[in-house]
Structure formats: structure tokens, C-alpha cells
Nanobody, 121 residues
């Protein structure tokens, strides 16, 4: 099995910064794209950013220029550096990855359990 574990959430004032981490573990053959999504209270989950195995990135317009996604392929870890945070960034942030499982070589889409980010005004 493969699992994702996020960390780094917390409470921060508007204008502040936080860095989220998400580490994949288990029987991993390879990981393709990794990304972050978020779900604010009472809203649907929305895509935030994606980074592919080669390093190319894409961002939602709402976070472009403020958030930076990166990854360490050797550690199977993806990061989300969040700066200039706004109260509307408050949400549970979920890590997502597409992974090929060792042994079976099945491709799975995996989600982490989420980490709460609260931005106070």
C-alpha cells in the first residue's frame, strides 16, 4: 500500500507564511504528478497546484504568485510554500499523488488525510 501524510498546517495571521509537506510511503515504484487541493468550510474541494515528475508546475489563479509547489523525488515528498496568506486561504489542504505500486504495478490516485490551515484577519 501507498499512503500520503501531510504536515505543516496551523494558525497564521494574514500576510504570513506556512509550508506544508506531504510524504509518500509504502511500496512505491514511481510517482507521477503530485498536487495540493483544499476545501474551505461549506465549499467544494478545489485544486490548488500540481507538480509533475519532471518539475513542471501549474497553479490555480487564486494562489498564483503567492504559493510555490516543489518536490523532492528522492524523498517522495511534495511541498507547498504559502506566502501572503489571506483569510480566504483558510481550508483543509489535501495532498494528492498518482503512484505506481511496486509489485502489482497498478496505478493509483492517492489522497492524504488533510491538514488544516487557518488564516486570521
Amino acid at each position: 500500500q501507498v499512503q500520503l501524510v501531510e504536515s505543516g498546517g496551523g494558525l497564521v495571521q494574514a500576510g504570513g507564511s506556512l509550508r506544508l509537506s506531504c510524504a509518500a510511503s509504502g511500496s512505491i515504484w514511481s510517482i507521477d504528478a503530485m498536487g495540493w487541493y483544499r476545501q474551505a468550510p461549506g465549499k467544494q474541494r478545489e485544486w490548488v497546484a500540481t507538480i509533475r515528475s519532471g518539475g513542471s508546475t501549474n497553479y490555480a489563479d487564486s494562489v498564483k504568485g503567492r504559493f510555490t509547489i516543489s518536490r523532492d523525488n528522492a524523498k517522495n515528498t511534495v511541498y507547498l510554500q504559502m506566502s501572503s496568506l489571506k483569510p480566504e486561504d483558510t481550508a483543509v489542504y489535501y495532498c494528492n499523488a498518482g503512484a505506481v505500486v511496486g509489485g502489482t504495478f497498478r496505478y493509483l490516485e492517492i489522497w492524504g488525510q488533510g491538514t488544516l490551515v487557518t488564516v486570521s484577519s
